[in-house]
Nanobody
Framework: QVQLVESGGGLVQPGGSLRLSCAAS????????MGWYRQAPGKQRELVAAVADSGSADLADSVKGRFTISRDDAKNTVYLQINSAKPDDTAVYYC???????????WGQGTQVTVSS
């Protein structure tokens, strides 16, 4: 089993910055992809960013140039740096982990990000 615990959400003003963290624990050996989805009220969950343990990363077009994803495998932690935040970034952000060669996702409990003045 894998447990994921997110932190770092909160209220940020438009144009501001925030860093989300997601720490993994449990049976996490082996190659994996970690990343973030988000879900705004009344909208479907969407993939925001993902990073493999090789360091290869991918970002949604809507956040490119503003968000950065990184991971520290020594700490079993993935980060999402949010810069130039927009009201449209308001959502619950969910961390996930998926092992290579599998289709099963482990999920965190979600952390709320609200962008408002």
């Amino acid at each position: 089993q894998v447990q994921l615990v997110e932190s770092g959400g909160g209220l940020v003003q438009p144009g501001g910055s925030l860093r989300l963290s997601c720490a993994a624990s449990g049976s996490i050996s082996g190659s994996s992809i970690m990343g973030w989805y988000r879900q705004a009220p009344g909208k479907q969950r969407e993939l925001v960013a993902a990073v493999a343990d090789s360091g290869s990363a991918d970002l949604a077009d809507s956040v490119k140039g503003r968000f950065t994803i990184s991971r520290d495998d020594a700490k079993n932690t993935v980060y999402l740096q949010i810069n130039s935040a927009k009201p449209d970034d308001t959502a619950v952000y969910y961390c996930y982990l998926r092992r290579w060669g599998t289709t099963f996702y482990y999920w965190g409990q979600g952390t709320q990000v609200t962008v408002s003045s």
